[in-house]
């Protein structure tokens, strides 16, 4: 590993108390205690992924976060949840430093949390949700570009647009997301306007990620050209081409009605590849940064790898 690289301070870093302006996205079925531990020891921050975790399982995963360390670290909750509100309240109970929200309207859950003095980040794909957030009294924004794995949003704006517009509309600080994997990305995110970037694929593999090997090893073997955009017209999603990926098309070029192809997307297809190791037949969810990823890597070394690159990419560039 390289040297213990120095503190980077932005905006970001100065709200949350960590090292660096690295947020590890909560992602269903990677982001468990063990991944979000190591990422917040390191100097960034983590962030627990709800998505795939019963109300009893996320209480026991906050109380194993905490046991292992002592540094800042958060909850991803998605507001669509049925049992979000048992998910925030679970949050407040336990006294969890930052949450991070998505899918909803912020007015429900920032007061409450504030007042725990929670530090409360929201997605937000454009302007107006931005400006929604802001006065709902969010304390930064993660702005979610089209390059990123997973559910990116229907606006389908890139990051290189989206951050400079949020950057001139709000005074929040902005965590960009979508499609970053190293320093160079951090490197050009911060130059855009952001205060911080949140990576997702590129924690995935890791080590102390709680996914199946396959997934991990999928992703080190993706090209550039392999993360595709599926069902565009019901539910956008981001993955890896695969055999699902291929039937989803099919069945959009035949005509499936939005039902049947709500019910493909849903049969399980994360979990199937995350946890049970299927990478043909599930949601191989991942960024356009993907084709860069090499290796698979402890945490605690990604992170110092990344800095360097920052570093070396700030040093390296004109005037």
């Known amino acids: 590993m390289d040297r213990l690289q120095p503190p980077l301070p932005t905006r970001l870093t100065d709200l949350l108390g960590i090292d660096y302006p690295i947020v590890q996205g909560g992602m269903v079925w990677a982001a468990g205690s063990s991944l979000v531990a190591a990422v917040s020891a390191a100097g960034g921050l983590g962030l627990l992924g709800s998505g ?14 905490k046991a292992a360390t002592d540094r800042p670290f958060g909850v991803n909750v998605s507001l669509r949840r049925d049992d979000s509100p048992t998910l925030l309240q679970i949050v ?7 949450i991070s929200c998505s899918l909803g309207n912020p007015n429900i859950y ?3 949390m504030k007042a725990r003095g929670i ?5 937000v794909t454009n302007t107006k949700h931005a400006a929604k957030a802001e006065q709902a009294g969010v304390d ?10 997973g559910h990116p949003g229907p606006d ?39 205060d911080g970037v949140q990576i997702g694929t590129r924690f995935i593999a890791t080590t102390e990620a709680s996914v199946h090997p396959s997934y ?36 959009q070029a035949d005509g499936a009605s939005a039902t049947e192809l709500h019910e493909l997307l849903r049969e399980g297809r994360p979990k199937l590849t995350m946890y049970e190791g299927d990478v043909q037949n599930g949601q191989v969810q991942a960024g356009q940064g993907v084709g860069m990823i090499r290796d698979i ?8 790898r990344m800095i360097t690159q920052y570093r070396q990419s700030r040093s390296a560039m004109p005037g």
């Open 156 to 194: 389908e704006l890139a990051l290189t647009t989206l951050i400079p517009q949020l950057h001139d509309a709000t005074s929040l600080p902005v965590v960009a997301a979508g499609g970053i994997v190293d320093g160079r990305g951090l490197a050009a995110a911060l130059a855009l306007g952001a």
């Open 52 to 65: 795939s975790m019963y109300p009893d399982v996320l209480r026991e995963e906050i109380r194993q976060v």
């Open 297 to 304: 890597l402890p945490t605690a070394e990604l992170i110092q």
């Open 140 to 149: 930064a924004l993660i702005a979610v570009g089209i390059e990123a794995g």
């Open 216 to 251: 991990k090893e999928m992703l080190v073997q993706a090209g550039p050209t392999d993360s595709v955009l599926i069902a565009r017209n019901v539910e956008l999603v981001r993955v890896l081409k695969n055999d699902f990926a291929a039937r989803i098309a099919k069945a």
């Open 119 to 123: 530090k409360t980040l929201h997605v």
């Open 92 to 98: 407040l109970e336990e006294g969890v430093p930052v």
């Open 110 to 112: 920032v007061e409450k």
